[in-house]
């Protein structure tokens, strides 16, 4: 049938404003919640920044730089059990509670599937920690600092940072991890006065994490309505399948991160490990510092593919972290001799380093799980850490002869160029950046 140019048309204009009325609406509202969560997990990031500024200077001066490694390099391998225990479900269930968020007996059955499989992960973690300690010197030397460091994997499992993300409610991670590091910082000057009260620092911090933990699951369960209950055994193995990608995902990128204070610890010293931690911690606190960005930016993106919006926080984050890695690189040894005194000067050099990176590392993140992961494409972000974690490991073997902070830093900065090469590859394969 053929329409005139009259009237005939006119209901068709009217539907079309409307429906561009509605999408503006739309994308006004996700803007407003991207900006509000962006905000509460600025907050966190900032107290991220200002509480390890307080306690390493204080536990370095008071524990000493030995004591120090221990407790890195415990904290390091406990990261390991925290990998397990999360089995990636800080992405895939934040997709999955992002999706259903409307559906309040779906992200029951979600949140009740993700605890049981978190929970059964963490008995077994226990019992392999249990065996380390029984077997190496290593670990059994020092057994009551690892029992204690693992309090935090019980902490961490009880916090469903992946269920507020989904929700995109962030001010309620904002409120409640600064709690639990809040009350860690007063136990820790209350307590911690000499050389050896080292253990008490892991017993403290496992202390305010798992309270942290208990608050934010009767939040979840009040607030929000959520049934715990037991779900059917295909739903369980559903979510246990769908978060197995990401689980490899995460183990490959723990290889190039916490991996090297592993490796460091078993084939150096621990003083060797305290002075590559303590400029690790700064490059961590710099990448970090965008984390608040990156996380309310995923759900966002899963939810609305607003590339042409992402391209433009795509450009000011890389530019700001390459301003931010500049003046880092020139103020190195003002900063770690503030922070730390005296006798840093290695930690000033790896610190330099680290900040060579920071740019890359910065559009890394932003092309995986906010990008490629969020538009259907998250093999590349997956495949991209899978491929470095080998690099990295190959290059760490060839090391070994010679293995010191300085070497493994420059293999983790080889390592990050890779990851960045394959997602910018995904990325103009399937011509991502196109898309309007």
């Not at 006004?28 to 905000?39: H, K, Y």
């Not at 503030?338 to 559009?363: D, K, Y």
């Amino acid at each position: 049938m053929e329409l005139n140019n009259g009237e005939d048309t006119g209901w068709l204009e009217a539907w079309r404003s409307r429906a561009r009325d509605s999408l503006e609406k739309y994308r006004g509202a996700g803007l407003r919640v991207l900006f509000q969560n962006f905000m509460s997990l600025s907050v966190l990031q900032a107290a991220n920044y200002l509480l390890p500024l307080i306690v390493l200077p204080y536990l370095v001066r008071v524990i000493g730089i030995e004591k120090f490694g221990l407790i890195v390099f415990a904290q390091a391998v406990i990261q390991y059990f925290n990998i397990v225990t999360d089995y990636g479900f800080h992405l895939s269930a934040t997709r999955e509670i992002a999706v259903n968020r409307n559906d309040p007996q779906k992200i029951s059955t979600i949140f009740s599937a993700v605890m049981i499989i978190k929970s059964i992960l963490a008995i077994l973690c226990l019992g392999i920690l249990v065996i380390l300690i029984a077997l190496f010197d290593k670990f059994g030397s020092e057994a009551t600092v690892y029992l204690l460091t693992f309090g935090t994997v019980i902490g961490n499992l009880l916090f469903p940072t992946w269920f507020f993300q989904g929700m995109e409610k962030m001010k309620y991670i904002t409120l409640l991890a600064v709690l639990g590091r809040v009350i860690y910082l007063l136990l820790l000057f209350i307590f911690v006065h000499q050389e050896s009260d080292y253990v008490t620092v892991p017993l403290l911090n496992s202390i305010g994490m798992i309270i942290t933990g208990l608050v934010s699951t009767f939040v979840v369960l009040s607030k929000f309505k959520v049934r715990l209950h037991m779900p059917a055994f295909g739903d369980v193995m559903q979510e246990f399948k769908d978060s197995s990608q990401y689980f490899l995902s995460r183990i490959s990128v723990s290889i190039y991160s916490s991996f090297n204070t592993v490796i460091l610890g078993f084939f150096t010293t621990n003083e060797a490990v305290g002075f590559y931690a303590a400029a690790e911690k700064l490059f961590i606190a710099m990448r970090s510092a965008f984390n608040p960005l990156v996380q309310a930016l995923y759900p966002y993106m899963a939810a609305r593919s607003n590339v042409s919006f992402f391209k433009k926080v795509f450009a000011m984050s890389v530019g700001a972290s390459t301003v931010l890695a500049v003046a880092v690189f020139v103020f190195s040894d003002f900063i770690i001799q503030t922070i730390f005194g005296a006798g840093f000067e290695l930690s000033s050099q790896l610190l330099r380093l680290f900040t060579v990176v920071v740019p890359f590392v910065m559009a890394s993140i932003l092309l995986g799980y906010p990008f490629l992961a969020a538009l259907g494409r998250e093999k590349y972000a997956n495949f991209s850490i899978a491929i470095g974690s080998v690099v990295h490991l190959f290059l760490i073997a060839l090391l070994i002869p010679i293995i010191s902070p300085i070497a493994v830093a420059a293999a983790m900065i080889v390592t990050q160029l890779v990851v960045l090469a394959i997602r910018i590859h995904g990325v103009k394969k399937h011509q991502l950046w196109k898309i309007p």
